[in-house]
């Protein structure tokens, strides 16, 4: 029922961020597609060429350009056709202020994004944070195909027509 791979999509402009996602996922033998965006400006042109068939889930790097990143997230939100892309948002930075951190996570979530994952200092941390990421996606696609089918099979039994 589940897909074995999916579809992962990174923006992210620097190429050994780049490498080293794409470095974790091998190690961690997800070989799911890999696409990578290193301009902001490519993002949403590319999402909409590929509305149809979105990939399964966006990371996307709000240190590249923070303005242009912010803009493609909400542009992302505010879409009929993109808003339900699981966007997980994840940066290098350390701002200095923690309370300014804490408001940008809570207004993340406030605005759907999945997860927010701070990029970790070590090789093996960032193999972690990808795995678990991945997996918890993966299995909330499953679960929702569960619900799918049983809804299917549900409604072949229903004494209303349509699910009444």
Do not use: W
């Not at 009929?80 to 951190?101: F, I, Q, T, W």
């Not at 605005?111 to 701070?118: G, M, P, S, T, V």
């Amino acid at each position: 029922m589940t897909k074995k791979h999916f579809n992962i999509l990174l923006a992210d402009d620097d190429t050994e961020h780049c490498n080293s996602f794409k470095n974790a996922l091998d190690e961690l033998h997800i070989h799911d597609k890999l696409t990578i965006i290193n301009d902001p400006k490519q993002l949403i042109p590319y999402l909409t060429i590929h509305s149809a068939q979105l990939p399964d889930v966006l990371f996307l790097d709000f240190t590249m350009d923070s303005k242009q990143t912010f803009q493609c997230f909400f542009e992302i939100k505010a879409n009929e056709k993109l808003k339900h892309l699981l966007v997980v948002m994840y940066s290098s930075s350390n701002p200095d202020d923690a309370n300014y951190e804490r408001n940008l996570i809570n207004m993340l979530y406030k605005y759907e994004a999945l997860n927010y994952i701070k990029r970790p200092e070590t090789f093996d941390q960032l193999k972690q944070r990808i795995q678990y990421t991945i997996v918890m996606i993966k299995n909330r696609i499953h679960l929702k195909e569960i619900v799918r089918a049983s809804r299917k099979e549900m409604n072949q039994y229903s004494y209303y027509p349509n699910g009444q």
